[in-house]
């Protein structure tokens, strides 16, 4: 537990009024990381206030007793959600959420943690400064459990960029532990209870409202272990949950993106394709190129690497090298 009293934490604050900053935060039997998480949180140095909210669904484990331990020494800061019984990562997100109320909310589930004290800060004073931009996210590492070790960054950017809403629609950009929103009271739709990732479709609901500044920042870890809701399902199932939540987001937006997600679920099924080739199955492989023609027009680039993979496998490397250069420019 971090070695900080409360009125140290709050010292710093220009106003001890409501809230600036709303930490969004769902757990679920992460004994082994919560701590960490929360530390992340209470570390943070900041000339406004900040709120923590957790969501606790009913853990089988210490979670719950490790998160009283902090909300005891931190009654005016740390706010705990819990039930009597679980309610599934979906229900526990939604209600979370719902309880933030301040003008920002930051997300960072149980399992990631932050590590750089003045994350919030950087990123809240750029949103106060720009009012067109409706996230502010981050660089992160990705932590591998397992071995305890670093093992790569994501996204891979050198510099802060600019992005919008039709770059969410190609994948997610960022870990959701980076993102931080201007709060725009958005209600959860009722198809998130249908999905098995959250964050994403959340991300793009709220860059609806403004553009994204990723940061070049590298603040958080997002951890990788066998227990982790996206990283235990394999590439297969998770390129079909991504495809039902663009499904699901066409449909929301009343069809009016609907010519890029079409292309991007187009994407989507193109890169089962390739999967199938690799685990030598041809038959799903043809039967997800000829699914992806029902979307929109099929993407040059990955055709090309469908046909080379299937019929001259040997050129494969190549292709591959020559997608990754241009889509680098």
């Given at each position: 537990m971090i070695n900080k009293t409360e009125q140290e934490i709050t010292s710093t604050w220009n106003s001890q009024n409501s809230p600036s900053v709303s930490i969004c935060c769902i757990t679920y039997n992460h004994e082994k990381f919560?701590?960490?998480?929360?530390?992340?949180?209470?570390?943070?140095?900041?000339?406004?206030?900040?709120?923590?909210?957790?969501?606790?669904?009913?853990?089988?484990?210490n979670t719950l007793n490790i998160i009283n331990k902090y909300r005891n020494r931190y009654p005016n800061l740390i706010q705990v959600i819990?039930?009597?019984?679980?309610?599934?990562?979906?229900k526990n997100f939604e209600r979370t959420f719902k309880a933030c109320q301040s003008r920002y909310i930051a997300l960072c589930e149980g399992d990631d943690y932050w590590t750089d004290s003045y994350k919030l800060q950087k990123q809240i004073t750029f949103l106060e400064n720009n009012p067109?931009?409706?996230?502010?996210?981050?660089?992160?590492?990705?932590?591998?459990?397992?071995?305890?070790?670093?093992?790569?960054?994501?996204?891979?950017?050198?510099?802060?960029?600019?992005?919008?809403?039709?770059?969410?629609?190609?994948?997610?950009?960022?870990?959701?532990?980076?993102?931080?929103?201007?709060?725009?009271?958005?209600?959860?739709?009722?198809?998130?209870?249908?999905?098995q990732l959250a964050d994403w479709p959340l991300h793009i609901i709220h860059a609806a409202y403004g553009k994204i500044k990723l940061l070049s920042d590298n603040m958080a870890r997002y951890r990788i272990h066998q227990n982790g809701v996206w990283?235990?399902?394999?590439?297969?199932?998770?390129?079909?949950?991504?495809?039902?939540?663009?499904?699901?987001?066409?449909?929301?937006?009343?069809?009016?993106?609907?010519?890029?997600?079409?292309?991007?679920?187009?994407?989507?099924?193109?890169?089962?394709a390739l999967i199938y080739l690799d685990l030598n199955q041809p038959v799903e492989a043809s039967q997800c190129y000829k699914e992806s023609s029902l979307h929109s027009k099929i993407n040059?680039?990955?055709?090309?690497?469908?046909?080379?993979?299937?019929?001259?496998?040997?050129c494969y490397p190549l292709i591959s090298f020559i997608y990754r250069t241009v889509k680098r420019t």
């Open positions: 919560i701590s960490e998480a929360i530390d992340g949180f209470l570390m943070q140095k900041t000339t406004f206030p900040f709120e923590i909210i957790i969501g606790e669904d009913d853990s089988t484990d819990t039930s009597d019984s679980n309610v599934g990562m979906q067109e931009y409706s996230i502010c996210c981050h660089m992160s590492e990705n932590y591998d459990e397992k071995s305890q070790t670093v093992i790569s960054h994501f996204p891979k950017i050198v510099h802060e960029t600019e992005l919008t809403i039709f770059d969410l629609f190609n994948a997610n950009i960022a870990h959701t532990c980076t993102f931080v929103y201007r709060n725009k009271n958005v209600k959860i739709p009722p198809f998130f209870e249908k999905l990283s235990s399902i394999n590439a297969i199932q998770q390129l079909d949950a991504s495809i039902m939540a663009l499904n699901y987001i066409d449909d929301f937006f009343q069809k009016k993106y609907s010519t890029h997600i079409q292309k991007s679920i187009t994407r989507h099924i193109l890169e089962k040059s680039l990955y055709t090309s690497k469908y046909f080379i993979k299937k019929n001259l496998s040997f």
